[in-house]
């Protein structure tokens, strides 16, 4: 008896995706509940575990587009002790084996994955992935990857968000010293009431709640001709991950405390991590953080995530010379980026709204007390 290996529903709108990796190789014996292969969507990468135990036949490889409800492969029921033997007796004489010996483990299956550059794998999957079931195809001096539905999916709203939106992009930069002398005083009492570290973002989120709290016009969004007002503060954060930029969000941030955001960030890095990221956990933003600092970046113009009209950058912290009080001093500086949709967001709402970020940051205390 065979059971049909199906690409299941993954998520509202989402009607195909790619196969970029099969964890298990065709004749492999799979459990119930083994993960058989990683399905990458233009939302999220999921994992497609087995229903049943037996032997896995491939139908598509990795990969292939394939479309919610697809055949994929086969789990033949029953034959999960003759599938091992193959490879064993194989070895020793490969000119004496009997036809119906290699046939237990056919060679000829994962031949349609090189036949032409569409079926190769994502280029953002990790290359020991890639390796396993997809050869890159080698064309000279280069290597042409598919792009993954994910990078496909950022591509087209990028260019979406330069073409539809208006982007400006105002600057400013925030002294550190504060939220850094805070950090350094109260992390190891933070830690061990909490269980995890105190970072900067969330100090950035708490401020970016307060300025959309005191500029209410850059919490909007346009949907066809209707200007949207909302009233609820989910604040999308940027993640790097090997499959593409992702913004997962953080549900309303106002009524969360430092530890309760801390807490939200390290458990949607993890997810990233590993792949779990699901559509639910990136809906619904009302504004962006990016931390390009991450990387060295000291400034950059970050682009809006439609369709919120606004995006704060964050930047590498450096030491430069200011002047404090009428003398120069040595402080930790961040430039700060805000860009934002000027069809909606006036350039007095903008600066004002960088502005209370600013100083949110460099007094922490108002975030305490919500001045």
């Known amino acids: 008896m065979s059971l049909e290996v199906k690409i299941p529903a993954v998520g509202e709108s989402v009607t195909s995706g790619m196969i970029s990796a099969w964890l298990k ?17 233009d939302k999220v990468s999921t994992e497609i575990t087995a229903d049943a135990g037996g032997v896995l036949r491939i139908k598509a490889p990795a990969g292939a587009d394939v479309k919610i409800g697809e055949v994929v492969g086969t789990i033949e029921e029953g034959g999960a002790s003759a599938a091992p033997a193959a490879p064993k007796s194989a ?20 031949a349609p994955v090189v036949q032409t550059p569409a079926a190769v794998a994502a280029a953002n999957e990790p290359l020991a992935v890639i390796s396993e079931n997809v050869a890159p195809v080698a064309e000279g001096r280069m290597t042409r990857k598919r792009l993954s539905p994910l990078r496909r999916k950022i591509a087209a709203q990028l260019v979406m968000a330069q073409h539809t939106a208006a982007i400006l992009t105002t600057f400013n930069e925030a002294d550190m010293s504060a939220v850094m002398t805070l950090r350094k005083a109260m992390g190891e009492d933070f830690l061990k009431q909490h269980g ?36 609820f503060y989910d604040i999308g954060v940027a993640v790097g991950t090997e499959r593409g930029l992702m913004v997962p969000v953080i549900r309303d941030a106002h009524r969360k405390s430092f530890a309760e955001i801390e807490r939200d960030l390290v458990a949607f890095a993890g997810k990233a991590r590993d792949g779990k990221i699901g559509a639910d956990d990136l809906a619904g933003g009302v504004f962006t953080i990016s931390n390009g600092g991450t990387y060295g970046s000291l400034l950059s113009t970050p682009i809006l995530n439609p369709p919120q009209s606004g995006i704060l950058g964050m930047h590498k912290i450096q030491e430069r010379p200011v002047v404090v009080d009428g003398a120069i001093a040595v402080r930790p500086m961040m430039y700060l980026a805000m860009s934002y949709d000027h069809r909606v967001v006036d350039g007095r709402e903008a600066v004002t709204f960088l502005v209370r970020v600013k100083e949110a940051i460099e007094q922490p205390s108002r975030l305490l007390l919500e001045v």
């Open 25 to 41: 190789n065709d004749g492999d014996t799979v459990a119930s509940g083994d993960a058989l292969l990683t399905l990458e969507t």
């Open 91 to 110: 070895a020793p004489e490969p000119a004496a084996e009997a036809p119906a010996k290699k046939a237990a483990k056919p060679e000829p299956a994962p």
């Open 196 to 231: 995890i570290k105190l970072g900067f973002m969330s100090f950035f989120i708490k401020a970016v709640v307060a300025a959309l709290k005191a500029v209410p016009q850059v919490n909007v969004r346009v949907e066809g001709e209707d200007l949207v007002q909302n009233h």
